[in-house]
T-cell receptor
Framework: GENVEQHPSTLSVQEGDSAVIKCTYS??????FPWYKQELGKRPQLIID?????GEKKDQRIAVTLNKTAKHFSLHITETQPEDSAVYFC??????????FGQGTILTVHP | NAGVTQTPKFQVLKTGQSMTLQCAQD?????MSWYRQDPGMGLRLIHY???????DQGEVPNGYNVSRSTTEDFPLRLLSAAPSQTSVYFC????????????FGPGTRLTVT
């Protein structure tokens, strides 16, 4: 089955800095790669996603890049703010809503 | 729309007890899934369904049963609860189209003593 590895497990940045989280996947058939933000005690919230036919997608301060050949994708957050502090998860999916998640990255943005 | 709803929000069980976690969605989504989230880990797929009457196993199905008699409901049954099933359980749903976006319920926090 699919295996998703996520790094780093923790990331600490100063407000205004950029943050980058990286994931690799194993199944070349995976074609959908969402990123979720989860605050303590809450459900995962989709923040951005990318399909396998696209190399990059941007939404304001958040961007995701995908390298299908290398089987890795990354989340980029620019101009970080304290409210960006949360746990971020990457995931990969082939079909039918079967998501395989990475282990998560605890992002802390210091004011 | 209420979206994806889950009940109960919290539950404490003794080892060996059985119970059903409820999940419902009012968005007419064909696909529904159950995930568990353990501390410090990502979500792991337990069971999923692609439509009424069709279910299949995910990554960690042992100790759980599901059924899908209607499009709206996808209950998760714990047959004989074990401490290893202490976790937060999330239900999710999505349309069977190319949008791919999953909608998560608020979760059920289960403790087995």
């Amino acid at each position: 089955g699919e295996n998703v590895e996520q790094h780093p497990s923790t990331l600490s940045v100063q407000e205004g800095d950029s943050a980058v989280i990286k994931c690799t996947y194993s199944d070349s058939a995976s074609n959908y790669f969402p990123w979720y933000k989860q605050e303590l005690g809450k459900r995962p919230q989709l923040i951005i996603d990318i399909r396998s036919n696209v190399g990059e997608k941007k939404d304001q301060r958040i961007a995701v890049t995908l390298n299908k050949t290398a089987k890795h994708f990354s989340l980029h957050i620019t101009e970080t703010q304290p409210e960006d502090s949360a746990v971020y998860f990457c995931a990969a999916s082939t079909s039918y809503g079967k998501l395989t998640f990475g282990q998560g990255t605890i992002l802390t943005v210091h004011p | 729309n209420a979206g994806v709803t889950q009940t109960p929000k919290f539950q404490v069980l003794k080892t060996g007890q059985s119970m059903t976690l409820q999940c419902a969605q009012d968005m007419n989504h064909e696909y529904m899934s159950w995930y568990r989230q353990d501390p410090g880990m990502g979500l792991r797929l337990i069971h999923y369904s692609v439509g009424a009457g069709i279910t299949d196993q995910g990554e960690v199905p042992n100790g759980y049963n599901v059924s899908r008699s209607t499009t709206e409901d996808f209950p998760l049954r714990l047959l004989s609860a074990a401490p290893s099933q202490t976790s937060v359980y999330f239900c999710a749903s999505r349309l069977a189209d190319t949008s791919y976006e999953q909608y998560f319920g608020p979760g059920t926090r289960l403790t087995v003593t």
